[in-house]
């Protein structure tokens, strides 16, 4: 009889021939120990050296990226909100160029109206009265509507009613100084200029009253004074001449009705009582 040996593992041969050693349990724990320590110090070493290689992020880090994604969108926008910024800008822009450009024109204007006034002062002088009259009204025209031409458009009102008194035209004299005046109330010439005019017409009570404004500007205008004192007898006179016209009038229109019944106004008589200060009408034949 043949015997069959069993093939042998090389392995196993080997190891029933050089078993293996059994671990020591402290070199295992001390070696896993040596390999945790190696990875902290490269943890270590990669978060000193910025390496974010090992694909985690901090919350800095985070919170970093996602205030420069706001910020990026902020800036960036919705394209209805640039547009709108936009047309903002672009308007206020041309409102500050039309600004610029009207006021330019104002001065511009104003420049002119003053040349027609000066223009006008100098056919005034000449005794051109016709053709200053016409370059104050130019000047008028000519001057925008704005704070710094009110002394220059009173000016002109007052040189226009200058102009009218020396053309004998009093009713527009008296005109224009009012208009000088509703622009300046203390312009003294268009009062004095208006007070002549006034007289002129035989307007006591005004021109007086004129007088009485210049003297609350200037109490020690001894002009306006002067004035005063010698219109005021004309104007007592005026009102006593105009009383007894209106009395005649009165008269004329009473007999007109008395007149149907055979009766005039100087049928009745007014008679005051002593006593009491009253009047009662008699009538007597």
């Known amino acids: 009889m043949v015997l069959i040996e069993p093939e042998e593992n090389e392995e196993t041969n080997a190891n029933v021939i050089n078993p293996p050693k059994p671990r020591n349990p402290s070199s295992s724990t001390a070696t896993k120990t040596t390999d945790s320590s190696?990875?902290?110090?490269?943890?270590?070493?990669?978060?000193?050296?910025?390496?974010?290689?090992?694909?985690?992020e901090t919350?800095?880090?985070?919170?970093?990226?996602?205030?420069?994604?706001?910020?990026a969108k902020e800036a960036k926008g919705n394209p209805e909100d640039q547009q709108q910024r936009q047309h903002e800008e672009q308007s206020k822009d041309d409102s500050s160029g039309n600004l610029a450009n009207e006021d330019e024109l104002k001065q511009k204007a104003l420049a002119q109206a003053n040349d027609a006034k000066l223009e006008g002062n100098k056919l005034f002088g000449d005794g051109q009265y016709e053709g200053a009259l016409s370059?104050?009204?130019?000047?008028?025209?000519?001057?925008?509507?704005?704070?710094?031409s009110v002394e220059l458009r009173s000016m002109c009102h007052s040189n226009r009613a200058i102009c009218f008194v020396k053309l004998g035209k009093y009713e527009d004299a008296i005109k224009e100084c009012t208009k000088a005046l509703e622009l300046n109330?203390?312009?003294?010439?268009?009062?004095?200029?208006?007070?002549?005019?006034?007289?002129?017409?035989?307007?006591?009570?005004?021109?007086?009253?004129?007088?009485?404004?210049?003297?609350?500007?200037?109490?020690?205008?001894?002009?306006?004074?002067?004035?005063?004192r010698r219109l005021e007898p004309l104007a007592a006179e005026k009102r006593e001449k105009m009383k007894e016209e209106m009395i005649g009038k009165l008269k004329d229109l009473g007999n007109s009705v008395l007149g149907r019944f055979g009766m005039s106004v100087d049928n009745f008589k007014a008679v005051k009582d002593p006593n009491t200060g009253s009047y009662s009408v008699q009538f007597q034949r």
């Open 38 to 56: 190696d990875d902290s110090t490269a943890a270590a070493s990669a978060t000193v050296n910025g390496d974010a290689s090992d694909g985690f």
């Open 59 to 71: 919350a800095s880090e985070r919170d970093v990226s996602d205030n420069e994604d706001g910020d």
């Open 135 to 148: 370059q104050y009204e130019l000047a008028l025209q000519v001057a925008p509507e704005m704070p710094s």
């Open 185 to 228: 109330p203390t312009y003294m010439k268009a009062l004095i200029r208006r007070g002549e005019a006034h007289e002129k017409l035989e307007h006591y009570e005004e021109a007086i009253s004129d007088m009485k404004k210049i003297l609350e500007l200037d109490p020690l205008n001894e002009q306006a004074r002067r004035t005063i």
